[in-house]
């Protein structure tokens, strides 16, 4: 994953790579014992190889977390016939839960795994945890800047200081005392622990400290693995936008050292502008001395503007149909099983919505946290979150919808490179065009050189539903 471009890129549906994954900041916390979690056998050594970690953390026997034995999670991954630790464990190269299952011992203390360590009667093994495809969004609010103790980080592309998003898991806690003078040091429940800039500010606060303002240098103890890795800082990020005259973009992070976000750093990509009146310019220019906008000055060939970031409901009030769920609404949601406070809403509205399943958090009325459940160009069943991130040029009418990535560049994985891989994949399988453009050529090749229409519907029908007159799997 280290070297797989992590900037957004366009789809074929006028929208963005990734849209209709959920946002990984909106994964519940401790998704790994919600359902759906899949846990994939490593074997007796604790190495990973879908996660990016520096070689010191990825080979060492506390970069995992120990379950305890008689947890639920333990169970699952033992075996039924040895729970509770009674007995040699029957270990199985994959597991997936079927349902939510209540945290035990150090699993109640962490947001997320990597990696799972089981003791049984005779031997010990080790699982990695496949976090669910999620994507982040290249520009958010409040970026804070995370550190590591001075080397680059990953090595090959990455920066020493970055910024971040303050809801993703993207670094370690590195506690100082209250007033910033002197370093209480990391903390962990399990080496290479990343967590939320929340989760961090909160774990310092436990040890009497806050979130260290600074960084200089390599810890006294390296507890965490935190001096090869970033930790969360308490000072904040400038993000603004290089708005080039053709309409790409470039990410610029003003305090940061990673590349990729540095002003003229070549790295640009397109966006969706969304212009404010249909005779207006979707975007400021240079040769219109950037609209004249007291946050944006001519840079080059383009504008070097300040950005605001704000996220909101798309849909209050009436229900909305399928067809314009399907339409407005682009950013995913987790499966609404595996949130808590969640139901399907089985009013009379809500059931008279043809192709349109409702999820509401303790029956609140349309808002942000509503789930829409329908089958997008109807070949794919996907869940839609009811809210619109949108990035606008301070001051100004400019706006465009923020783009979705799957690279997190300050913890570029495998698993998320393989997860945009099969996102492209599935996004040129289940377009409407596909079934029909694969049925014609079948039929020429193996059938008729000149198919009939109501031909090739049949046996693109069968190719969407996956059986035909009760032949096939139905997948």
Not at 195 to 212: H, I, K, P, Q, Y
Not at 325 to 344: H, I, T, W
Not at 380 to 397: C, D, E, P, Y
Request: glycine share 10%.
């Amino acid at each position: 994953g280290t070297w797989r471009d992590a900037l957004p890129k366009m789809n074929l549906h006028h929208g963005y790579m990734g849209d209709h994954r959920p946002l990984c900041s909106d994964l519940p916390r401790r998704h790994f014992l919600r359902i759906g979690a899949t846990y994939r056998y490593v074997g007796h050594t604790p190495a990973t190889t879908l996660s990016a970690d520096p070689p010191s953390i990825a080979r060492h026997p506390n970069a995992t977390l120990a379950l305890s034995a008689g947890s639920a999670l333990y169970e699952r991954l033992c075996g039924a016939a040895s729970a509770g630790g009674l007995g040699p464990c029957t270990f199985l190269s994959e597991v997936v839960l079927d349902e939510n299952v209540p945290c035990g011992g150090d699993e109640c203390a962490v947001a997320s795994v990597r990696g799972v360590r089981v003791q049984s009667a005779n031997e010990t093994v080790y699982y990695e945890y496949l976090r669910p495809a999620c994507v982040h969004l290249a520009f958010y609010e409040d970026a804070t800047m995370i550190r590591s103790a001075g080397g680059a980080w990953p090595p090959e592309i990455g920066a020493s200081a970055m910024c971040a998003d303050p809801l993703s898991e993207a670094a370690g806690a590195l506690c100082c005392s209250a007033d910033g003078s002197t370093p209480l040091g990391q903390t962990c429940t399990h080496v290479g622990e990343r967590v939320d800039l929340a989760t961090a500010e909160a774990r310092c606060a436990a040890a009497g400290g806050a979130v260290c303002g600074w960084r200089d240098g390599a810890s006294a103890v390296d507890t965490c693995g935190y001096d090869e890795m970033h930790a969360w800082l308490g000072g904040k990020c400038t993000v603004q936008v290089h708005v080039l005259n053709d309409g790409r973009v470039g990410l610029v992070h003003v305090e940061s050292e990673y590349p990729s976000a540095r002003l003229d750093s070549g790295h640009h990509f397109r966006v969706r502008w969304q212009p404010a009146a249909p005779s207006a310019a979707p975007f400021p220019t240079a040769a219109d001395n950037c609209g004249g906008l007291a946050r944006c000055m001519t840079h080059r060939t383009g504008c070097l503007c300040d950005v605001e970031v704000a996220t909101a409901a798309v849909f209050t009030g009436a229900l909305p149909s399928a067809a314009q769920v399907e339409a407005a609404l682009l950013v995913g949601a987790p499966d609404p099983r595996s949130l808590d406070g969640y139901a399907r809403c089985a009013s009379d509205e809500c059931e008279a919505a043809r192709g349109l399943d409702v999820y509401t958090r303790g029956g609140a009325a349309l808002d942000s946290s509503t789930i829409f459940g329908v089958v997008f160009n109807g070949t794919n069943a996907v869940f839609l979150a009811n809210k619109r991130s949108t990035v606008t040029i301070a001051g100004s009418a400019y706006s465009f919808r923020n783009p979705a990535q799957f690279m997190l560049p300050a913890d570029p994985a495998p698993r998320d490179a393989a997860y945009e891989t099969e996102w492209v994949l599935g996004h040129l399988f289940t377009h409407k065009n596909t079934a029909s453009f694969v049925a014609h050529k079948l039929i020429q090749r193996f059938v008729s050189s000149n198919p009939s229409p109501r031909y090739t519907r049949a046996v693109s029908a069968a190719f969407i539903s996956g059986s035909h007159d009760g032949v096939g799997s139905a997948r």
